[in-house]
């Protein structure tokens, strides 16, 4: 009954929350402020391309050649003929407007397989004699889908550009291996622990709402640093929490994914199709296999084609329902190359309250999909931490500096009482 007496700022469970968002926020301020900084240029990284001289991930250089887009094959050829050697060509983007480039990611190269013939238009063996790199994706080539030319390369080797580095500053605080990206979905973490201590800490008394959302006209020093710190804090919370889960989330996506699901039914989206190769058939080329998944969807848009890496592998390929916004999740189509059919159709229009959930995440962290309102409400949430970091250091230092200059003023009355 004592406990329920005392002021809510007095009571343990208060004072632990607010040890804990104070040394949390202080201890990772640094690590937080480079997130969200580096978060937020990406966001708007198209518009900064120009004035930091990156080549341009989106648009062509001089002028584009006139006349319509060369089959899906021709343009993996003219990747296949520019890649480097040891490496081919694995996923084709392209483009969503014309007079923009078609971007290919290269991977490493694999040696040919057994168990039938490769589909045609899939990526090859590595050449005799080339060196294999190892990993996943080692560059990116884009390429005029018109007159095939190659208008850009860049190896993932090279640490090329300044948005580039900030990317990585993003995506694994330039540590390579997987560490880096795990310490990235830690620290997202701690932010959302500090958005939901802070929103408890918030939580203003009966009488103190309107106030709670405001920062006090005149206010200074202590008092300034706290309704800067709350007011902002609370209008920004949901895009806050938002862009922090979904970090999490991409970071570690099988634990986060079996967890919504477990909660929100939902197939592994990421999952490719199996299929059971034909000895002694010839598999169907890379076209057919996009006239067979625009077949399925007569209305979408083509944009991105993965040929099989193996011979028990089925082309996907990415569409966009009409009208969608960039960066919305988009419909992926399997095709057998074996049986030339269509052997799953993945549709967001279809997709259960999990899957939805779970093919938003990246969107919702990139600011895509939902129109230039959330673009530019994510790029602020990025601004965020460099705030809360300014006004919660100034807080504890201006009120650590006063409860020293108290007990040095008692001190001096003791002993002068002495």
């Known amino acids: 009954m004592a406990n329920a007496s005392k002021p809510r700022s007095q009571r343990l469970w208060y004072r632990t929350l607010q040890n804990i968002h104070l040394w949390v926020g202080l201890i990772l301020c640094l690590p937080l402020v480079v997130l969200g900084i580096t978060g937020s240029i ?12 990156d080549a341009p991930v989106r648009e062509l250089s001089g002028t584009p050649a006139d006349g319509p887009m060369q089959p899906v094959s021709a343009i993996l050829a003219a990747a296949r003929a520019a890649a480097p050697a040891g490496t081919q060509p694995g996923f084709l983007v392209l483009p969503e407007e014309p007079g923009r480039p078609a971007t290919v990611r290269l991977v490493a190269a694999r040696s040919s397989e057994r168990g039938g013939e490769r589909p045609q238009g899939a990526p090859q063996g590595t050449p005799q004699g080339a060196p294999a790199p ?14 095939l030319a190659v208008t850009g390369a860049n190896p993932a080797q090279a640490s090329g550009g300044f948005l580039r580095t900030v990317h990585m500053l993003h995506g694994n605080l330039l540590i390579r291996d997987r560490s880096g990206r795990e310490l ?25 709402w309107k106030a709670a959302f405001t920062v006090k006209a005149g206010a200074r020093g202590v008092r300034l640093h706290r309704d800067l710190h709350g007011a902002v804090g609370i209008w920004s919370l949901l895009v806050f929490l938002i862009v922090s889960f979904s970090g999490v989330y991409l970071a570690f996506p099988q634990t986060l994914g079996a967890g919504m699901s477990s909660v929100l039914p939902a197939r592994d989206l990421r999952a490719a199709v199996t299929v059971q190769p034909v000895k002694g058939a010839t598999p169907i080329d890379v076209d057919r296999a996009v006239a067979l998944a625009r077949e399925a969807m007569p209305e979408a848009a083509l944009r991105s084609v993965s040929p099989p890496a193996r011979p ?56 895509e999909g939902l129109g230039a309102l959330w673009k530019w409400a994510v790029f602020l949430s990025g601004i965020l931490p460099p705030l809360f970091a300014v006004t919660g250091t100034l807080m504890w230092w201006l009120k650590r500096k006063a409860r020293r200059a108290k007990n040095a003023e008692r001190a001096a009355a003791l002993a002068a009482a002495e």
């Open 184 to 208: 990235v979905g830690w620290l997202g973490a701690a932010m959302l622990v500090l958005g939901v201590s802070g929103l408890v800490l918030w939580w203003p008394r009966p009488g103190r």
């Open 134 to 147: 190892q990993g996943g994706p080692v560059g990116m080539l884009s390429i005029d889908p018109v007159s």
């Open 42 to 53: 990406l966001v708007v990284d198209e518009e900064l391309r120009s004035l930091t001289g």
């Open 312 to 367: 028990d592998q089925a082309y996907r390929i990415g569409l966009a329902p009409a009208g969608q916004a960039h960066g919305a999740p988009i419909a992926t189509v399997f095709v057998d190359p074996w049986t030339a059919q269509v052997a799953e159709v993945r549709d967001p229009a279809a997709y259960s309250a999990g899957e939805t959930l779970i093919a938003w995440q990246r969107p919702l962290h990139a600011g």
